[in-house]
């Protein structure tokens, strides 16, 4: 192998470079954020959380566990670096998701770079149609939950799993992928149950239709199915450790729009421009939503998150928190990096393309440039120690 071939190429060395300085605001935010005792600079859960699993033992997240341990060994100083590091595998997990989906064709480096926008972009944010650029507003690019940070790596690797079974589930459902697609979805659950919540409603739509179109034996679809009972026994511990106590005032209301429409004075305009990307793409390629399985699984992933966000609501010492946010959070990611990778294919063909289409796909990269900046305006406030709230 020549001395040029083993040299790193300079955009390699430059996405390399622009996810460890990412990593490194990342662990420096946390650092200032476990010291945070009230008031608006570097606001965040994590105190709450800490807390609440080391001094009233409350456990419903694996973050618990770890929470406990870094207390008793005395090495709490360690935690901003492991949430660091769920930070990274979030970026990682993005960036296989996006070689995967793209069949291995993508360049590395656009993989990377396309990665690291995925974990901070935000909404199209306009004044006075929400609380602030967070509150009131959409989005997976969240840094300020704990529990949230670590669901959302552990989600997406989750879902490079069953993507690649999804692929030909004939095949590709072995002993192995089972066990290591069930251990996911499991831990996934115990991290956070919101991932479970929007996604397996759209796994099982889709696992029924394969059924029904004998895409596999029926026993070996039956066999995957089951790979939920684990994280439905996870569950019920989680909600016995969340509602048991002051049961009867902390329970779960129908009660749409209560809790999206707190920090929102129209919900349909946030909702629009929390996701304009994905949307103006979905339009544009809406012949092909049953034709791309990755693509309506994003979607209806996505529908199904939304709905519950604006339907449940809480009641109690939880009220208001918009807890059944966090799994349309997650799901996202996945309609920005679905339209991205859509959007960049449509540019390659962007001369042989029709006036139209050529117009519209630059008003997308227009909105595309909007979600960044607003992105990237956020963390930089985020780190310097502006309140994630944002108000105003």
Known sequence: MSETAKRPSAAHMAATVLVTVYVGACIYMYFMFMGWTGGAVYESDLPAHISLAVDDGLIYSLISFILIALDRIHLMVLLPLILGAFAYLSVYFTFRLIVDIT????????AWIMALFLNIFMPCYIKGLSSGRYMGMHTSSIWHNSTYLMMKWMGLWTLLIYFNIEKDISEKLTKKSFILFTAALTLTTAAKPNFILAVAPVMLVFLITDIVKKNAPAGKLLLFATSVIPSF???????????DVNAGSNHIVIAPGRAMGVHASNLIAVSVLSIAFPLMMLLFHAKELFKNRVLLFAWMSAGTGFLQYFLFSELGAR??????????????????????IMWTDDMKRFKESSLF????????????????????????????????????
């Open 103 to 110: 069949g291995h064709r993508i360049d590395i480096f656009k």
């Open 233 to 243: 026994l996870i569950m019920l511990l989680q909600n016995k450790a969340l509602y």
């Open 319 to 340: 009220d208001m928190d918009a807890n059944f946010s966090w799994g349309y959070a997650f799901t996202i990611i996945l309609i920005f990096g679905i339209s991205l």
């Open 357 to 392: 289409s050529r117009v519209y796909l630059c008003l997308c990269g227009i909105v595309l440039l909007y979600h960044t900046y607003c992105g990237v305006l956020f963390f930089e406030r985020l780190v310097r120690g502006v309140s994630y709230m944002m108000w105003g």
